[in-house]
């Protein structure tokens, strides 16, 4: 069967997040985590396939996509599923026909110098083996796509080489041929001018364009080879990946979506979803600025900013929080102006007289000078500070004791107030914090106050300081559809995020009672 010839209305999008992203330094997914990642790339953020392993590499790999594919089987999506195989004649086939996969990458050399160099062979000789591996796979009932790995370079400096590999594989059952920027060294024009002459020599072949990002260029390079014509693009969850990493999955779809007016199956509101799991299964944490999913890129720092914003959404562009299921804030420091604070104490439901929002706000300016971070949910203790309310903050740990010991579960003895009531709680968990939470959550309940979902727990100590430095506990939590983060500030690392926690309780009675 010849490379399918039919055209296709949407451009289809490899996810290989679980394959070339695994292979950033560090990296390891486990069998769980790598079906958790296939399950919400598929069925929510909806990618057309999915890359999720190369085959033979190791047993616990084996177990991992027998794992999905079990799932995969159940949920009729087998077809979804790829992996990448080698020119070995059978030993790919049989490893994806052993786990259940019926499709192979098969990975050629897409330039002479790999031909000749790293495999030692005449391109006559590479052809032939690649043609026995493919032939090996339609009788075994495996469809085969084809990478040319080093395309970029191959292009380049050995464009024969290229043009007869591709007339070799024309006549062979490939899908699909996949062109990838193995070292990252395209740029966008010479992108664009390949995929033209690429699409123009062959205009019936399945082409797709496989991005790396050395020169931080693997979007640019995706957006100019859909803009050439290409009619798959690969690409990871957070632009994981080898060195630089790939093509972003978000930064590809979102651009492409608003720039060139093409379309793809993908659910935009699930990518920051995917991105955190990413995020938490990976260890790797992206740049607070990173495009589309960076915990930064909605806030709104300077002043004249928030009150645009406030006026009439002057500074929103097409990228508006909502349509990836996210939300604007506003941030406090010393570049905040008389909207961002506004618009942080309505969202705490807090009102303050024109004067005390002065006084509140050269308060902010003089801490962000100081290089403190304030969150909107500090403004309740700022609040009280600076006025001196007569009135304590509702929620209060009176006494924590948590301890620990080496090879036994930790344990915390908890006692807490809120409205003239003590009331205690033992408990014991996988480490000081979770020992505390366990015993948090059984007060809580006792006093009828909702139990938050923690998102994120990151703790932060100044470079080049001693041991008893202050330890910086920011942690994020869902409280229903708001996303809220909160800081706490300790010489212990357990008290720090047990101070970022009661802020966040008193924040939750806050905006259910709008007391400050």
Not at 129 to 154: C, K, P, R
Not at 169 to 189: C, E, H
Not at 206 to 231: E, M, R, V
């Amino acid at each position: 069967m010849p490379i399918n010839k039919m055209k296709i209305a949407k451009i289809e999008i490899m996810d290989t997040t679980l394959r070339d992203g695994e292979q950033m330094q560090n990296v390891s997914y486990t069998p769980e985590e790598k079906l958790t990642l296939s399950k919400i790339l598929l069925t929510e953020v909806k990618v057309d396939r999915l890359e999720v392993t190369s085959a033979r590499v190791s047993e616990g790999e084996k177990q991992s996509v027998l794992k999905m594919l079990n799932w995969a089987n159940e949920a009729d999506l087998v077809d979804k599923f790829e992996i990448l195989g080698f020119i070995d004649k059978n030993k790919s086939v049989d490893w994806a026909k052993s786990v259940g996969i019926k499709r192979i990458n098969l990975l050629t050399k897409g330039s002479l110098k790999h031909c000749t160099e790293q495999l030692k062979k005449t391109p006559e000789q590479h052809i032939k083996d690649i043609q026995e591996t493919i032939f090996y796979a339609a009788e075994n009932g495996i469809q085969i796509n084809v990478y040319l790995e080093d395309f970029s370079n191959g292009i380049k400096t050995s464009a024969d080489y290229v043009y007869n590999l591709i007339d070799a594989l024309l006549d062979l059952p490939v899908k699909r041929i996949m062109l990838p920027d193995t070292l990252g060294i395209f740029n966008p024009f010479e992108t664009f001018e390949c995929i033209t002459d690429i699409i123009k020599r062959y205009p019936t072949t399945h082409f797709d364009f496989h991005s790396h990002n050395d020169y931080g260029l693997a979007t640019a390079n995706a957006i100019a080879a859909i803009k050439a014509g290409i009619q798959g693009i690969h690409a990871t969850v957070n632009g994981m990946g080898e060195r630089a990493g790939n093509g972003s999955l978000d930064e590809i779809v979102v651009s492409a979506k608003d720039f060139l007016a093409v379309d793809f199956n993908i659910n935009e509101k699930k990518l920051h979803k995917v991105s955190q799991c990413v995020e938490m299964f990976s260890g790797q944490r992206m740049a607070v600025n990173k495009p589309i999913y960076g915990k930064n890129v909605f806030t709104q720092t300077a002043g004249i900013h928030a009150d645009g914003d406030k006026k009439g959404n002057l500074y929103e562009n097409q990228l508006v929080p909502a349509r990836f299921d996210r939300k604007r804030k506003y941030a406090l420091g010393k570049l905040s102006g008389k909207a961002n604070l506004e618009m942080s104490l309505q969202e705490l439901s807090i009102e303050l007289t024109e004067e005390e929002k002065k006084v509140l706000l050269r308060k902010i300016i003089d801490l962000g000078d100081k290089k403190e971070v304030i969150t909107t949910e500090d403004l309740p203790y700022l609040i009280k500070d600076i006025f001196e309310t007569t009135e304590d903050l509702p929620f209060k740990v009176m006494h924590c004791s948590i301890n620990s010991t080496y090879e036994l579960k930790s344990v915390a003895a908890v006692q807490c107030s809120y409205k003239d009531k003590l009331v205690d709680a033992y408990a014991n968990g996988d480490g000081g914090y979770d020992a505390f939470m366990n015993a948090l959550r059984e007060i809580l309940e006792k006093f009828h106050i909702k139990v938050p979902q923690l998102l994120d727990y990151e703790i932060t100590i100044p470079p080049g300081v001693k041991t008893n430095a202050l330890v910086q506990a920011t942690i994020s939590w869902q409280i229903d559809s708001n996303i809220i983060t909160t800081i706490g500030i300790n010489p212990d690392q357990n008290m720090a995020a047990i101070e970022a926690t009661v802020k966040l309780i008193n924040a939750i009675i806050s905006q259910n009672t709008g007391h400050c």
